[in-house]
């Protein structure tokens, strides 16, 4: 939890104090240097959010479908090794997409569509050939979505089984407010970032790309300290 906290004040904190700056100056601007710095750390704490997402759900499969081993199941050491391997994935996944695309070269003095240096947006102001990080973002993207999603649909599955059983009616008012609730975050995080990133033609519209991302970059962090 402290981990997750943390990666959603850290995720936003990354685009949105940039965007009310430009919001409120006539110069709007950022470095070479900045752009990729701001890209590689969205990418981090957006992978991030991804996984302990995942790691949650399970951690709530866990507590309510075998609550007399939950502490055996989540052990400290467990624990441990899902964090550090989330971190350790979502730093090497955007080190990869940054080393991929300081390859790449743009030209001078281009104006980003967007409120923030989203990496499929920077990869539309190339100059070159952006095949091979485009391939990098469907493969990578594929497994990184498909592996945690998967992973919390068949949590809240087996969550919804065990529920069906309970035969008090406020316990079972209380699970599926509790699930209900988290199923509605992850299906917005979720279900905006495949829109924007694996349906192209959804992204076309800079306007429609602009509220989609606020929706994950600002709205879900918001809403997890909340709903966890």
Not at 93 to 122: E, G, M, R, W
Request: proline share 4%; aromatic share 12%; hydrophobic share 50%.
């Amino acid at each position: 939890l402290s981990h997750l906290a943390f990666t959603d004040v850290s995720f936003s904190s990354v685009t949105i104090p940039k965007m009310l700056r430009d919001m409120h100056s006539k110069e709007k601007y950022i470095p070479y240097v900045g752009c990729f710095l701001q890209m590689y750390f969205f990418i981090v704490f957006g992978c991030l959010d991804n996984l302990l997402l995942a790691v949650m759900a399970y951690d709530r499969y866990a507590a309510i479908c075998h609550p007399l081993r939950y502490t055996t199941i989540m052990s400290e050491g467990l624990c441990v090794l899902l964090v550090a391997g989330s971190w350790l994935i979502s730093c090497v996944n955007a080190l990869l997409h940054t080393l991929l695309l300081a390859q790449v070269s743009f030209y001078t003095d281009k104006v980003i569509p967007h409120f923030f240096c989203d990496l499929p947006v920077l990869l539309k102001l190339s100059c070159s050939n952006t095949s091979v990080n485009e391939l990098a973002i469907f493969i990578v993207g594929a497994v990184l979505a498909i592996i945690p999603l998967s992973s919390i649909v068949s949590s809240y599955a087996h969550i919804g089984a065990s529920i069906l059983k309970v035969a008090s009616t406020t316990g079972l008012r209380k699970a599926l407010s509790t699930c209900g609730s988290h199923l509605s975050v992850v299906s917005l995080f979720y279900g905006t970032i495949i829109a924007l990133y694996f349906f192209p033609s959804l992204s076309d519209s800079n306007d429609t790309a602009i509220i989609a991302s606020l929706m994950y970059t600002a709205l879900t962090p918001m809403l997890n300290p909340l709903i966890y």
